[in-house]
């Protein structure tokens, strides 16, 4: 298996550039969108647990749009092969003092292009 080859790591950062500016934008239907649309498809939030594309679309629908900017650092973006990729990031915000954010996704390459079909985000104690 190739790891990080560099078109398909292209390809995933700028999905995950996406991503990030449609989070910070609020842009629901975008954010559906790069998740995959299926019951299999989980993200585990900082105080919910999703299962699927139509509790996650409910959860960004309902969610405040206030807030939302953040600073990412450490982010770490690995391709395996042309199909799959993990990206991880550190994110902090404003109304975090003392407190990171992590997040964490894994991305499949489906028929409709790159999708999150896991996601993780929690926070800690900086440290």
């Not at 449609?22 to 919910?48: C, H, K, Q, S």
């Not at 960004?60 to 799959?84: E, K, M, Q, W, Y």
């Not at 550190?90 to 894994?106: K, W, Y």
């Amino acid at each position: 298996m190739e790891i990080d080859l560099p078109e398909i790591l292209a390809e995933v950062r700028a999905a995950f550039a996406r991503y990030e500016a449609a989070l910070i934008g609020n842009d629901t239907e975008a954010l559906r969108a790069m998740f995959w649309d299926d019951a299999r498809v989980i993200r585990y939030g900082i105080g919910e647990n999703l299962y699927g594309a139509a509790e996650i679309a409910a959860f960004r629908a309902a969610r405040s749009p206030a807030g939302l900017a953040r600073d990412l650092s450490r982010t770490v973006i690995t391709t395996f092969g042309r199909d799959f990729a993990t990206a991880s990031t550190l994110f902090h915000r404003a109304n975090l003092a003392g407190r990171v954010g992590r997040q964490m996704q894994s991305w499949a390459r489906l028929a409709e292009g790159w999708r999150i079909v896991a996601a993780h985000v929690s926070v800690i104690d900086a440290g």
